[in-house]
């Protein structure tokens, strides 16, 4: 069964220093997501992309995060300038376009700690 | 932000029973639900989900089932396995909202054998 990839699964920064965490979603799909959890948190949405462009994205979603997606199959997000907050577990998602995709399928996340 | 909310952090269950998660929201324009499960350092995965018109969806030992006017919805397994054990998640989706979800805080199952 197709399924979205992560990597790497882990990431140790140190404060200010910027990260790259990389997704490849399934192929036909359409819709991306980043979403996060803090542990022992809910999970977070951080922001949905469809068509080369953000189309939603939240308050935690600020400035020193961005998202790109290169080429035909990776969906990227920066951070510029790591805090201490933002160590979390951060998932990729993505959904086809057609009636009932309403579901997302999740990456395995990328567990980022900042130093 | 409270709009999909788990109320029990933790459920125990023995093998076998019924096990019964709950979770509550708060916005009615939510057009759809789902519940994910969650397995540690693992991405969240489909479980089961139900429109808004709808009030109860069954899929093999899972049912869903949706109360509007309580602003409600219920996951239910059954009969409850030892390999059920896992964090669930109730998330909640609005066709205006371009897919994203909002999801509640999740309640851990353990079902004992």
């Known amino acids: 069964e197709p399924e979205v990839t992560q990597t790497p699964s882990h990431q140790v920064t140190q404060m200010g220093q910027e990260v790259i965490l990389r997704c490849v979603p399934i192929s036909n799909h359409l819709y991306f997501y980043w979403y996060r959890q803090i542990l022992g948190q809910k999970v977070e949405f951080l922001v949905s992309f469809y068509n080369n462009e953000i189309s939603e994205k939240s308050e935690i979603f600020d400035d020193q995060f961005s998202v790109e997606r290169p080429d035909g199959s990776n969906f990227t997000l920066k951070i510029r300038s790591t805090k201490l907050e933002d160590s979390a577990m951060y998932f990729c998602a993505s959904r086809k376009r057609d009636h009932g995709g309403e579901k997302l399928f999740f990456g395995s996340g990328t567990q980022l700690s900042v130093l | 932000d409270q709009q999909v909310k788990q109320n029990s952090p933790s459920l125990s269950v023995q093998e076998g029973r019924i096990s019964i998660l709950n979770c509550d929201y708060t916005?009615?324009?939510?057009?759809?639900f789902l519940w994910y499960k969650k397995y540690p350092a693992e991405g969240p995965t489909f479980l089961i989900s139900?429109?808004?018109?709808?009030d109860k969806n069954e899929d093999g030992r899972f049912t869903v089932f949706l109360n509007k006017s309580a602003k409600h919805l219920s996951l239910h397994i059954v009969p409850s396995q030892p390999g059920d054990s896992a964090v669930y998640f109730c998330a909640a989706g609005d066709y205006n909202q371009g897919g994203k979800l909002i999801f509640g805080q999740g309640t851990e199952l353990s079902v004992k054998p």
């Open positions: 916005n009615s324009m939510f057009d759809y």
């Open positions: 139900i429109s808004s018109i709808k």
